[in-house]
């Protein structure tokens, strides 16, 4: 199990639709334990195969960090199959570090995916754990909670994040 290092704003794995997974296999498992090693280390409530730079719909959340590992989700090409109402609370993400904003979500997300044994799994959320699958899932869609902003509140973002980008201290 190691951390790896989380890619941010900017690198190509986020900003582009991560491939199905085809067979749940040692690799996935060994993927899946990198995750949740560098999800905690951060530390973060949820994190994408893409941010650590690898393309596949690979989720974890837990939203203890660590505390409750029954709390400990890994789901293998996850989607929603449900949604319904609307929610708004402020969200970060750990490859836009600083920065944060308030995307409209769903009140309450059915999920469905596999689990590393194959077996389907569906959950139902609401509140937080609902922002954590909507914002995990929009990674392995490419797309970050910077897009899903009004189109003003986008773009002022995005010329910050640029801008930082540029820097020398972007790179950690
Ligand atoms: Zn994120």
């Known amino acids: ?88 609370h402020e969200e970060g993400c750990l490859s836009v570090p600083g920065y944060g904003a308030t995307p409209v979500r769903p009140a309450r997300v059915t999920v469905r995916g596999l689990d590393l044994e194959g077996n389907e799994r569906v959950y139902t959320a609401t509140e937080l754990l609902a922002r954590a699958f909507c914002h995990e899932i929009d990674h392995v869609d490419g797309l970050l909670f910077v897009d899903r902003l009004s189109p003003l509140k986008r773009d002022l973002l995005k010329r910050k994040l640029r801008k930082r980008a540029r820097n020398d201290d972007w790179e950690e």
Do not use: C, F
């Not at 941010?8 to 060994?30: C, F, M, N, Q, R």
């Not at 730079?53 to 789901?75: N, W, Y």
């Open 1 to 88: 199990m190691s951390i790896r290092p989380i890619v941010k704003y900017g690198h190509p794995a986020l900003h582009s639709p991560s491939a199905h997974v085809t067979s749940i296999d040692l690799e996935i498992a060994a993927l899946v334990d990198d995750m949740v090693a560098t999800m905690y280390a951060a530390p973060g409530i949820g994190l994408a195969a893409p941010q650590i730079a690898v393309p596949l719909r690979v989720i974890v959340i837990d939203l203890s960090v660590g505390e409750d590992r029954g709390q400990l989700i890994k789901l293998v090409n996850p989607e929603i199959v449900e949604k319904e109402g609307e929610q708004r």
